[in-house]
């Protein structure tokens, strides 16, 4: 039987105000120019000290602090918060511990504060450098805002900074993609995600759809960007995820590898291993309701032990994101299943060229990485 205390364990910390709610924005957002910064602070830490009265010895190996826009809560906030944090578990020494910022909602000084608060990875959601394809996602800042928030993290003393980028922007053409990722290159940033636009159920944009490029556009900006981006340095080591070495997202390397995280903050997911099987959590999503509830049985919905087939198809959507893939053993220490339930899975996967194996690696080939979806589906039941 796995062991649940050699399975990695992060922190997911969901603050949910933003200044204005993207139309493309799925999250558990709030539209807020002043957010309750310290009662959603006690809050947190309410939450994460009956996370963690559980005996769980494992120690943090990354936080992340995500949004909504996250740089809306002052210096002084997030130092509070981490520091409660870390009262109340065990941090590694190395722990990675990353930030979302918007260009507009932070400036050199507040980036000073989170990085002597203990971040050290600061994630900016740039989207594009051009105005008009920034207003045309409703985003609330433009391109310089974006260039002076990038040089404003470096300027402060980040040496870890992710670009993030989209593109398949409404009303897009051939080289806007490219010309985002340039300007993105020039600052010399750790990592660059660059996400492909979809229009998410529930989503302003479903509602009411713009009009996007067509798909052959798109595959072809993916081609010469992800070409572009690994001449200058960046390995594409995820879907949608390039890094130069040494510099991959941790946190996020824990999702892809099936590894355990705890949700605290309104409307966050958690993931637990116990021996008894796989169980997921999940907090209030109105703020309000989270705040009156945080730390009491009433604040978070429980489910699980997941059924194997649940398992597999999680692990699937998961895992094969990964570019060079994982060793057939990650599935059995991180499920407790038998990787024979997979060896069917596998060799059609094969068959159809979408997957290579070697020496217990398994991998997407090119064609698999390409039509990713149809590989995933092949793993559910």
């Known amino acids: 039987m796995t062991n649940p205390n050699t399975i990695p364990l992060g922190l997911y910390v969901h603050l949910p105000w933003c200044i204005r709610k993207c139309p493309y924005c799925d999250f558990n957002s709030h539209e807020a120019r002043e957010a ?14 009956a996370e ?37 578990k ?20 507040r980036f000073s504060g989170y990085l002597e608060a203990g971040v050290n990875r600061i994630s900016i959601g740039v989207q594009s450098f051009d105005d008009a394809r920034l207003a045309a996602i409703g985003r609330v800042h433009g391109a310089a805002d974006a260039r002076a928030a990038i040089s404003a993290a470096r300027d402060a003393g980040c040496r870890r900074i992710n670009v993030d980028l989209m593109h398949g922007l409404p009303g897009g053409r051939a080289g806007d993609a490219i010309a985002d990722l340039t300007a993105a290159i020039t600052f010399e940033p750790e990592h660059i995600s660059w996400y492909q636009l979809t ?8 509602h009411k759809p713009p009009r996007l490029p067509d798909e052959d556009l798109i595959a072809a900006d993916t ?45 966050a997911h958690g993931k637990t291993t116990r021996t008894a ?8 999503r109105s703020p309000v309701a989270y705040m009156a509830h945080a ?9 699980g032990p997941a059924t194997a087939d649940d398992v597999v198809a999680e692990f699937a959507l998961n895992a094969l994101r990964l570019r060079h893939g994982y060793h057939e053993t990650l599935f059995g220490e991180r499920t407790d299943l038998s990787a024979s339930v997979l060896e069917e899975r596998y060799r059609e996967a094969v068959r159809r060229g979408w997957m290579e194996r070697e020496n217990g690696h398994v991998r997407p080939t090119a064609l698999g990485f390409r039509f990713l979806n149809d590989l995933q589906v092949l793993f559910f039941a």
């Open 90 to 109: 065990k941090c590694a020494d190395d722990i990675e511990v990353t930030l979302e910022a918007n260009p507009g909602a932070a400036d050199a000084d």
């Open 277 to 284: 099987g796989i169980f997921r959590r999940v907090k209030r």
């Open 223 to 267: 081609e010469a960007g992800t070409a572009l981006l690994e001449a200058a340095g960046y390995d594409r080591y995820e879907v949608s995820a390039y890094a130069r070495p040494g510099e991959r997202a941790r946190h996020n390397m824990n999702y892809w590898q099936f590894g355990d995280y705890i949700g605290i903050g309104a409307g």
């Open 295 to 303: 730390g009491t049985a009433d604040a978070t919905e429980e489910t």
């Open 52 to 88: 963690t009265a559980t005996g769980d010895v494992r120690v943090l190996d990354t936080i992340f602090i995500g949004g909504g826009t996250p740089s809306l809560f002052p210096a002084p906030a997030i130092a509070r918060l981490l520091d409660g944090i870390r009262a109340l």
């Open 199 to 206: 229009l998410e159920p529930g989503t302003a944009f479903a």
């Open 36 to 49: 309750p910064f310290e009662p959603y602070v006690d809050a947190l830490l309410a939450d994460f000290r």
